[in-house]
């Protein structure tokens, strides 16, 4: 069994009421790790479900971004928020960060919503 | 406005315009046996004319597409008679990743009997359908699943179900937004076994409160239940994100891009959202279901099932673990056409084929008729779904922000007794009075502690008692709404999380609970609860499609309850047994009817005794061998000594005497009066069993064949067991009076009262001794 730590780095053995008292608990200490998302993500394609395995590493890479970015993001793939040049240019920016399947979402998005006319 | 009224407006154009039709009585109007049947509750439901022109069609539509599949260099080139380049942005998405091209040919080629056979068939294991399907275009599902009749629906739907374990969700919402009752009621619905709570709130800004005292409430009531709070997307995340909800599943999904569009989403920005709860640790389901493009007007011609069949290939590809649907909002609409509610169950179908988890609808109400709607549910809680109901309305209906779920707070009893009825797991359980009042008001103490302690609001004894008794919140009174806008804004703009509350009770003193949701939270991330149909247990173990895998394969495999749960649905509160009755019985009990002596004739041949009354005018009473022992109350409600006075009442009214003899030898009433009129002088005797049967015998008669019976025992009134007396002492006389009528109504007076016969008869064979004497009974108290 593989140790469970939370997006700060503490394990959740230390996700304790003494530590709550000790104001000690933070927010970064109820987020799920990138690494957790990483395993769930194997586990869910040996379960017959890649695409479950390909949102939750999606999700595993955007745990590196804060909420307002990622609501960003959400936003700007809404229908008619971006323009194509603009979503080109998220899907570059995500992936120089290294977050290269959210890059890759946005790069598809680009392409079908200029066809499609889902594009500012 | 009556029934009758909305259908009298209702009909067709050509009744109402010219001269009277052919099937209308004089006087134009329609006759009374019609008339009658416009007035039941089904009339006010709205039925359509299947039009696939406005999609208005369930399982097929002359324009749906035939299924097909053409792939170029590992490429969908076509789908579903769709070339590529005319891809609109949900067959794009589909195309791309909703598709496993490894199995797509031997799927498509699949005859589509073929295929429906094999689903149905206990003898293909689920995870072959799983990997077939996998490969299926979304009209080819659609054809297969329209093939299934609905028994096959629900074989094949036990068989299909991700996770081993059925479960159920709860709607937990107040007009009121009023946190002490949230939390009540949340933890009511804990108990009652709802392993998810969903809020939602009549005023937006209260969405912070209501997730707060949800938390709170289902805590108290249960560990490891999940909370979700339906609000806009972007609060919904923040609010999952500080830890005060655990799941979301109103991401909606639509089947046509023009009605997806108008929804202000995508594919990609739905497959993004969806990868954003989960970055954030949260369990979420997309929503979908028939009838949202029909009501949009965006149905494209489409039958609902085909337009579902892409919603669901979607929520596959864009990687969400789950699907509510099930027609959910458009539910009613589906129910309006013929084959309605097949469509609906072939929606869950279609998503558990697609091994994702079903949350399977059933949260609207979708008919004025009980009959109806139990009818839409049944098949689905007989097979058995990952959540049964996308929203059981744990409270009443005028307090579900959600509008009225198909069952509601109105209806736990009569599911606890369906679940009962069927022997199935319907998630439910019951808990005991006592129980629930101790959950409410720990519930809305702990809920006023920590809104106190976070500076949030003040909240007075009183409020917490009303909170407590409250059966919805009407009972609460007058409550200061503005304050639940207030405390809500402080809960968002004071950045409160979950460790605030959690740090809250334990400040409190409410260290328990405090703990419960703290252990919670750190099991949630582990992240095993975001794998496919994932709910945690009380001992807050996860089960899912990977730790609880269906493995149904026809009779005696796949999911049965435990001895344990088994006796949880078998208890329901309402069950008696015979001790039940007897303690019942004897707090009707009052120093009567003591023997005053050996009397007469037994009721049977061996009996033996003193001899016949001599007085013609006497007439005996003859009572059953429990009477004045064990059986004191009749099922009426009279006492046994309150009838016999009636009945002595009767036959001293026509100069008449009685006696009251008990014969210990039979519980048969005919045996009885036939014995009483033996040892009567007149020849003529009553018989009363203790329930409350009667009748009046004549010594000459065969046993069965009596004068007058009265055999509707609950309905018998003390003016009627009068009359008997006086038409028993009119037959003494050697008149020939007019029968007395037994009173008869429209009630299930055999549902009702056949247990407590069954008891009060068991209490009565306790009592019979092959050969006993009877004995003559003292008539004090009695006159």
Known sequence: MTEVKALSGRPVEELTLEAVRQGEIGLEDLRIHPETLERQATIAEQHGNPQLAENLRRAAELTRLGDDEVLAIYAALRPGRATPTELTALAESLSERGLSRCAALVAEAAEVYARRGLSA | ?783
């Open chain 2, 1 to 783: 406005m009556t029934a009758e009224d909305i259908k009298a407006g209702g009909r067709p154009a050509s009744e109402a315009a010219g001269g009277r039709p052919a099937g209308a009585a004089a006087g134009g109007r329609p006759v009374g046996r019609v008339r009658f049947m416009d007035a039941q509750r089904v009339n006010l439901d709205g039925f359509a004319v299947a039009d696939a022109e406005l999609g208005l069609v369930a399982m097929r539509s002359p324009y749906d597409p035939e299924p097909g599949l053409v792939i170029r260099d590992g490429r969908v080139t076509e789908m579903d008679g769709v070339p590529e380049e005319r891809f609109d942005s949900l067959d794009a998405y589909i195309a791309r990743h909703g598709i496993d091209l490894t199995v797509a040919e031997e799927a498509m080629s699949l005859p589509d009997v073929e295929f429906a056979r094999r689903l149905v068939s206990p003898d293909v294991p689920r995870s072959e359908i799983v990997r077939l399907s996998a490969g299926a275009t979304p009209a080819k599902l659609a054809r297969v699943l329209a093939l299934l009749r609905p028994p096959e629906l629900c074989q094949a739907m036990t068989k299909m179900r991700a996770r081993r374990t059925p479960s159920n969700q709860a709607h937990v919402t107040n007009r009121l937004d009023d946190p002490l009752l949230l939390a009540a009621d949340s933890a009511t619905a804990a108990a009652f076994g709802f392993r998810e709570v969903e809020t939602t709130v009549p005023v937006l800004a209260d969405a912070p409160s209501n997730a707060v005292a949800c938390l709170i409430g289902a805590a108290v009531g249960a560990q490891g239940v999940l909370i979700q709070c339906s609000v806009e997307e972007a609060l919904e995340l923040e609010l999952g994100m500080r830890g005060l909800t655990s799941y979301a599943e109103t991401i909606s999904l639509y089947g046509t891009e023009q009605v997806f569009t108008d929804g202000d989403d995508t594919p990609w920005s739905k497959a993004f959202l969806t990868s954003a709860y989960a970055s954030r640790g949260m369990k979420m389901r997309v929503s979908s279901g028939a009838g949202a493009e029909v009501l949009m007007a965006g149905a494209e011609r489409k039958s609902m099932l085909f337009l579902e069949s892409r919603c669901v290939a979607l929520a596959r590809a864009i990687g969400a673990q789950g699907v509510q649907n099930g027609g959910i909002d458009g539910a009613s609409v589906a129910a309006s056409v013929p084959s309605g509610l097949r469509e609906l169950m072939s929606e869950n179908l279609m998503v558990m084929m697609r091994n994702l988890e079903s949350c399977s609808g059933n949260d609207a109400l979708m008919s004025e008729s009980d009959m109806r709607r139990t009818s839409r549910t049944l098949p689905i809680v007989l097979a058995g779904s990952d959540f049964m109901f996308s929203g059981f309305g744990s409270i009443q209906r005028y307090d579900n922000m959600f509008g009225p779920s198909n069952f509601n707070a109105e209806d736990i009893d009569d599911f606890l007794a369906m679940q009962r009825d069927w022997g199935v797991d319907g998630g439910l359980r019951t808990v005991p009075e006592d129980r629930i009042a101790e959950l409410r008001r720990e519930a809305a103490q702990l809920c006023r502690a920590v809104y106190q302690h976070l500076g949030l609001d003040d909240f007075t004894d009183e409020h917490v008692e009303r909170a407590v008794d409250a059966a919805g919140s009407k009972d609460l009174g007058e409550t200061d709404t503005l304050a639940v806008v207030a405390a809500a804004q402080a809960i968002r703009d004071g950045g409160i999380t979950v460790v605030d509350v959690v740090a809250a009770l334990d400040e409190t003193g409410y260290e328990s609970v405090a703990e419960r949701i703290l252990v919670m939270t750190a099991a949630r991330l582990a992240g095993d609860y975001l794998q496919t149909s994932a709910i945690f247990d009380e001992q807050l173990r996860v089960l899912s499609l990977v730790t609880d895998p269906n493995d149904y394969a026809g009779p005696g495999t796949g999911f049965e309850p435990g001895p344990e749960r088994q006796a949880e649905i078998d208890a329901i509160r309402q069950a008696r047994g015979v001790e039940d009755l007897r303690a019942e019985q004897a707090t009707s009990a009052v120093p009567l009817l003591a023997v005053v002596g050996p009397s007469g004739k037994g009721a049977g041949p061996a009996a033996s005794g003193a001899a016949p009354g001599q007085d013609p005018r006497e007439v005996i009473i003859g009572v059953s061998p429990a009477v004045g022992r064990d059986v004191w109350r009749c099922l009426s409600g009279l006492t046994v000594p309150e009838v016999l006075a009636e009945l002595l009442a009767g036959l001293e009214e026509e100069g008449c005497t009685g006696r009251v003899v008990r014969f210990n030898d039979t519980v048969d009433l005919g045996r009885i009066g036939l014995a009483a009129a033996r040892l009567a002088g007149s020849g003529i005797g009553i018989g009363l069993q203790g329930k409350g049967t009667a009748l009046i015998h004549r010594r000459d008669l065969a046993p069965l064949a009596n004068l007058e019976l009265y055999s509707v025992a609950p309905a018998v009134t003390p003016e009627l067991y009068r009359l008997l007396g006086a038409n028993a002492a009119r037959h003494a006389k050697g008149g020939t009076p007019d029968p007395v009528r037994n009173p008869y109504n429209d009630e299930a007076i055999e549902a009702r009262y056949h247990t407590t016969v069954i008891a009060l008869m068991a209490l009565e064979r306790a009592w019979a001794k092959p050969g006993a004497p009877p004995e003559e009974l003292s008539l004090e108290g009695l006159r």
